[in-house]
DNA sequence: CCAAAAGTGTTGACTGTACACCCATGT
DNA sequence: ACATGGGTGTACAGTCAACACTTTTGG
């Protein structure tokens, strides 16, 4: 048996999308050592020698931002020769889904400043992390037309508004709200609860949940 | 500057797709040495410490079948832990496509007898490689929907039937010949040539170019 | 003249888009 | 009573799917 050729250096990086406040956020954490030292980057590593990439993600957003069981899936490998300044080192990227509801920050636990940016306003990264996330953006674009991953970012019931201005976040358009609401209703995947959205000052919302109530996996609209 | 952890091993492997007796066919060739010596596999290999990825495809696609200067797109980075025996090793998928008339396989320069099976009838494969077919398959499928990639299997000028042969195959189907000439017409890539395709001993067939000559990259369609 | 593939239009169903007003609540 | 977002229907245009016959050539 041949000896393992030209050993790499193969690192992941997760580009993690959130809504909150209304706008779609990218969680971006501020590097502890050098290269780029105190710049801000995506949450990433190296893959440990025993371990997958997907374990190594799940590994690294566990303990860089305390995140777990969240939908993950692979983007794209980035291997440009110029991308890391210390040699061949490859990244194998992957985008995830949190709820707000699902995160909390913790200055002890998560000396790296795990924080949401806007996609609108993203600060200068390392490496080739603007790139990867601009990439990202276009996938998750993209699957929102013809999956349901929009699931991932909603709490369990939600009025229909917010289900919209994920899809407006994300698109960056206006949509039309009746024919929004014909279309999405068409799909069959969500349902009117008996519950209102209390506490605003106009009109109270519908409150809605998805029929499948254990809806993991990604599925395709048509 | 740490040191760089854990390296893996990281090889490339490439689905080529042809179009040829009018069957959608993959391009195999017979491993030369342990594991799975004297198995069909994909065209693949190391990556060498000083090449990315893609430069590596190049590299073993000329090496190993004689094929230069093709569409090629990156597919998926599949890092199962059970996937090679001899331990960690990942491999960056590749799909590309080749014209017949691209091609010519030589017994001396290629000992690996590069050899194109039909996706009906593939033969046992190597590693997890009849898995990353399948996957190559279903990104080809989809591609063929919304882009201009039928580009790369056509030669130069070519009858309406045999344009609408590879969508056939390759979406496994019978499509409607009146509506899916009004359809791909309406998208004006091509337009018809003063030439008929003689030599059956049918009408013979008007032939077609695509309208931008060197129309190497992908469009979409909408 | 026969076999074989080339070529051509119309209709009905469906889908997407544009568009404006009333409703229920808190202040 | 008013400000605010919640909620609803119709009409037109464009796209998709079903469908059958005539044309041109070689043998």
């Known amino acids: 048996m ?3 050729p030209s050993p790499i250096s193969v690192t992941v990086d997760a580009v993690i999308f959130t809504i909150s406040d209304g706008t779609l956020k990218v969680l971006l954490v501020s590097r502890d050592e050098a290269p780029f030292k105190n710049k801000w ?20 957003l566990k303990a860089k931002a305390g995140i777990a069981n969240i939908f993950t899936e692979q983007l794209y490998t980035f291997d440009d020769s110029n ?3 210390r040699g061949h080192v490859i990244t194998i990227s992957y985008f995830a889904f949190v709820r707000e509801d699902q995160i909390k920050f913790n200055k002890a636990k998560h000396p790296q400043s795990p924080t949401f940016f806007s996609v609108q306003k993203l600060p200068p990264m390392a490496f080739d992390h603007a790139k990867i996330v601009k ?7 993209a699957k929102l037309e013809y999956t349901n991953i929009v699931y991932a970012l909603l709490p ?24 929004f609401r014909k279309k999405f209703m068409s799909l069959k995947l969500i349902k009117p609860t008996r519950g209102l959205l209390e506490g605003s000052r106009q009109r109270p919302a519908r ?16």
């Open 2 to 4: 041949k000896s393992y």
């Open 41 to 60: 980057s995506l949450p990433g590593g190296f893959i440990h020698s025993k371990e997958t990439s997907l374990q190594a993600i799940k590994r690294i």
């Open 83 to 85: 991308r890391d300044p």
């Open 135 to 141: 990439y990202a953006i276009k996938r998750l674009q």
């Open 156 to 179: 369990k019931t939600f009025p229909f508004s917010q289900l919209q201005n994920i899809y407006e976040e994300v698109w960056n358009r206006k949509l039309d709200k009746r024919n």
């Open 207 to 222: 409150l809605f949940q998805f029929i499948n109530p254990n809806q993991q996996e990604l599925k395709k609209f048509f």
